[in-house]
Nanobody, 125 residues
Framework: VQLQASGGGLVRPGGSLKLSCEASARAYKESAMGWFREAPGKEREFVAGISWSRGTTIYADFVKGRFTISRDNAKNTVFLQMNSLKLEDTAVYFC???????????????????WGQGTQVTVSS
């Protein structure tokens, strides 16, 4: 089971980045997918999630209207488009798969079974 996150980098405040997470079929098929982040000295927190069926999405309040999660089921890949980035968005971003949930998606970290290695996003002027 593998999840490979990519797309992180250094960006100025107000800029954009698009993260990608390619997963093995075992992790991706019929799984809810989520993005989380972990800033230095802080706990890992939920950012966005998307269900397998219908593509239902949920977002943390602090990214609503700025970030968009999507998935390409033909490529076993989930994306996180991040716009209007702020200094406080600086963190390592992780993708994760909840293989027990097909029809919904939840923000709880402990519900996710498989995790990628993380990609660094740094917002700095």
């Amino acid at each position: 089971v593998q999840l490979q996150a990519s797309g992180g980098g250094l960006v100025r405040p107000g800029g954009s980045l698009k993260l990608s997470c390619e997963a093995s079929a075992r992790a991706y098929k019929e799984s809810a997918m989520g993005w989380f982040r972990e800033a230095p000295g802080k706990e890992r927190e939920f950012v966005a999630g998307i269900s397998w069926s219908r593509g239902t999405t949920i977002y943390a309040d602090f990214v609503k209207g700025r970030f968009t999660i999507s998935r390409d089921n033909a490529k076993n890949t989930v994306f996180l488009q991040m716009n209007s980035l702020k200094l406080e968005d600086t963190a390592v971003y992780f993708c994760a798969a909840d293989i027990t949930r097909q029809y919904s998606v939840v923000p709880r970290t402990y519900e996710y079974d498989y995790w990628g290695q993380g990609t660094q996003v740094t917002v700095s002027s």
